[in-house]
Nanobody, 114 residues
Framework: QVQLVESGGGLVQPGGSLRLSCVGSGITFSFYAMGWYRQAPGKQRELVAIITSGDTTNYDDSVKGRFTISRDNTKNTVYLQMNSLKPEDTAVYFC????????WGQGTQVTVSS
């Protein structure tokens, strides 16, 4: 059974930082591209960042220079370091694993507000 479990969300003031973590199980983690998506109320889910099995990264333009995706295959974990957070970053953040099949985590809420 494949599971992706996110953690690290919460409430933060504008300009603050959070680090999200996602632990995968039931898959050969190192073989998968891992990503973070987010979905704000009333909006479609959008890709935030992705890291391939070869550690190539890609970011949405809205988070470039502020967010960093990384992975630790020894811990089956992918991270999203989020700095200089803005109110428009408020959303539910979902972890995503992609290879032949796609898998999703349950999501973690990030709220940026003063």
């Amino acid at each position: 059974q494949v599971q992706l479990v996110e953690s690290g969300g919460g409430l933060v003031q504008p300009g603050g930082s959070l680090r999200l973590s996602c632990v995968g199980s039931g898959i050969t983690f190192s073989f998968y591209a891992m990503g973070w998506y987010r979905q704000a109320p009333g909006k479609q889910r959008e890709l935030v960042a992705i890291i391939t099995s070869g550690d190539t990264t890609n970011y949405d333009d809205s988070v470039k220079g502020r967010f960093t995706i990384s992975r630790d295959n020894t811990k089956n974990t992918v991270y999203l370091q989020m700095n200089s957070l803005k109110p428009e970053d408020t959303a539910v953040y979902f972890c995503y694993a992609r290879r032949n099949n796609n898998y999703w985590g349950q999501g973690t809420q990030v709220t940026v507000s003063s």
